[in-house]
């Protein structure tokens, strides 16, 4: 604002300079133009719109003025806001000039502002008491209703409403004990369908290839869960969930199955995928990656197809959720000059004929 109005003083003094040099006549033929284009704005223009700094400008040139002459002149507002207006600037002229006392509560560092959000955020059974109580354990004094003022300035509703647990934060809640099995179909070169029957831990975001068929039947899956029940207790799973959709081939000895092992299963609700959302991701992770890039000819080519995805998905490729590490393998040391490009030297391996890309350092 101050750039511009400084930018419309300097016009007006030069307007003003071009003014001098001409005779009476001539201003008021000017004034005579400038009146008749403003009654052609009027006339066009419901309510016109000001800003500050035009406001500024119209009271600096016109409070000298008396009251009488302003209602003489053609004004597109009326002449008590013009005066209104010159009030206002000094009253800011003023109060800038005056050092404004502060009054009330000193205002809240912003490292207490962000425990109080973290508390609320961490625990959403507590309310404001809870975390008032909570920073006064800590010996952190503070009134309870600065902690109420801080939460509904952003936006953070009371406990109650709070306190209703979403079906995501219910999965990362439970990562631990959760597994997820699904079917996915898969087309060969010749259109005959396959169907790929596949498992993957919430925690550790391993993936397990059951097997896949051209016939799926209750006692495929049956005992391809026997062979997932063997695996989980060789690697010392602690799952105690198991969700899965649906689908008619789960049948009830499939779950009898998975109860005698001390898995619960959990069934997803109607046409809604999300509740198995990190198997399904998996599946378009699979199709995406793997199955767009390759023509499947027949069982045996899909089956070695998806035991070199699986070695390559558990124990190559990052994940977000783990840090970017692989389900197999952690995270390497990191390198202590990676600006040194002369000290790397890296390799790829190929799988599956270059579909797949393994990079790692020559040794």
Known sequence: MLLRLAYLVATNTIAFLRLLPMSSTE????????????????????????????RAVLAGLLHHLPVEKLRQLLLLVRPDTVLRWHRNLLKHRHAATCVPKRHGRPPTVLSLRALVLRLARENSSWGYRRIHGELAALGIKVAASTVWEILKEHGIPPAPARQSTTWADFLRNQADALLACDLFEVRTLT????????????????IRILGATAHPTADWIVQLGRNLLMDLEEAGSRARFLIRDRDSKFTATFDALMADAGLKVITTGIQIPRMNSIMERWIQTCQ?????????????HLLHALREFETFY?????????????????????????????????????????????????A
């Open 27 to 54: 201003k008021d033929i000017e004034i005579l133009a400038l009146r008749h284009r403003l009654l052609v704005l009027q006339r066009q223009v419901g309510k016109p719109r000001f800003e500050d700094t035009d």
């Open 191 to 206: 259109g005959a369908r396959l169907y790929v029957f596949a498992a993957v831990e919430h925690s550790t975001r391993r």
């Open 288 to 300: 995406r990656v793997l199955l767009d890039g390759t023509l499947i000819w027949n069982l045996s």
């Open 314 to 362: 558990n124990g190559h490729r990052p994940h977000q959720a783990l840090g970017q590490a692989a389900p197999l393998r952690p995270l390497p040391r990191p390198i202590s000059e990676p600006g040194n490009t002369r000290h790397l030297e890296i390799r790829r391996r190929n799988r599956l004929g270059g579909t797949l890309h393994e990079y790692h350092h020559a």
